[in-house]
DNA sequence: GGACACATGTAATACGTTACATGATTTT
DNA sequence: AAAATCATGTAACGTATTACATGTGTCC
């Protein structure tokens, strides 16, 4: 009954609710073709989560009845689909609305530690990367538009908004770089 | 030798390379002080991994001298200066550069198995959070201002940054909710 | 000198990852 | 029919979390 799924738990209830009723393997491909691969849908990860959820009543599992393979097909039960609401709903904590993880954001606190060469390196090197992943997001975005679920390109927009405000941020790092104002960062000793 | 540190243990390498000696307490702090706790910086965290890293030659510690505390400091060895240098520098992989995870827009991508009026109450929830998290961001970097620091200025920005993209982005999804254009998205049976 | 926060850990637990093993289906 | 791929798992491993245990300075 109580018991709040985690995010990788809330997620894969909400790929059954969205879905409707499919396997562990079905399941394991959606995290597998996310553009952003927070998961890697592994099948250790996978397998053994949804028969969690079975035990907590939250799935249940049929045999696969009327077809070639002979796993498991997973769907919400009442308590699942609650759960996924209590998971979906306000209120919303501030690890969810609060400012989001970012490897790219955690690496450039350190950068006082690298020489001045390599700072510039540092911050060429991402915005390359941020080139290529703006291109690949827009291609998603295309892609979504062909589709006709509007939370899929809602999604995509999303992603695309991250990375854009994450090349402007860039774009300040680079021009701060540039001036030497900030009086030569020092790189302190081991 | 080889090996790449995770995203804790580079972040603790560069904790330690940027403070100087200092003891695992102190790295804990660092993590629970952080505004954007991506860890928990707890002990069971942070004391076993600075013992690994000393196992591996990144770290050495010496007994507190002189001093009141029984604890051990913490420094980086020559090895470990190099493993951070390889963790932060190019090249920068699609998990450090790609789209970063955003625990809102995985839920959001959800939304379609809520009832249209949980849907709005989803979106302002996340808008009310927002505005909290964007004055908490601004607070932070106003006091990032006053320290000399320009690493933490931009760090702060950068935070800033991407509160003020999801904002966007989050009126972007009000507007579409608001529109009934997309032909009411149904909710799928369990 | 008792209370309380500070500081240093350890233990139990849970969970995600990689790698492996195996059977079924499709392709060539 | 052999090879390749799809699909369903299991096992070992590493590591982060919470909770607990303990010692040590500080403050009334």
Do not use: H
């Not at 209120?91 to 790219?104: F, I, R, S, W």
């Not at 062909?146 to 999604?155: E, F, T």
């Amino acid at each position: 009954m109580a018991g709040v799924p985690s995010e990788l738990e809330g997620a894969v209830l909400g790929i059954v609710a969205r879905e409707g009723p499919c396997t562990a393997y079905a399941v394991r491909k959606r995290f597998q073709a996310s553009p952003s691969p927070q998961w890697s849908g592994s099948a250790g990860a996978i397998y053994p989560l949804v028969e969690r959820l079975v035990e907590r009543g939250w799935l249940r599992s049929r045999a696969q009845t009327s077809d070639r393979r002979k796993g498991r097909l997973y769907s919400l039960t009442p308590a699942g689909r609650s759960r996924l609401t209590a998971w979906l709903a306000p209120p919303l904590g501030p690890e969810v609305t609060g400012v989001p993880p970012d490897p790219l954001r955690t690496r450039l606190s350190f950068l006082a530690v690298l020489p001045a060469a390599a700072r510039r390196a540092f911050v060429e090197e991402a915005l390359a990367g941020n080139r290529a992943a703006l291109q690949a997001a827009r291609a998603d975005l295309r892609e979504a538009r062909k589709g006709p679920d509007p939370w899929r390109r809602l999604v995509a927009r999303g992603a695309l908004a991250a990375l854009r405000a994450r090349k402007g941020w860039l774009e300040v790092v680079r021009r701060s770089l540039a001036r030497p104002k900030p009086k030569s960062p020092r790189t302190p000793k081991s």
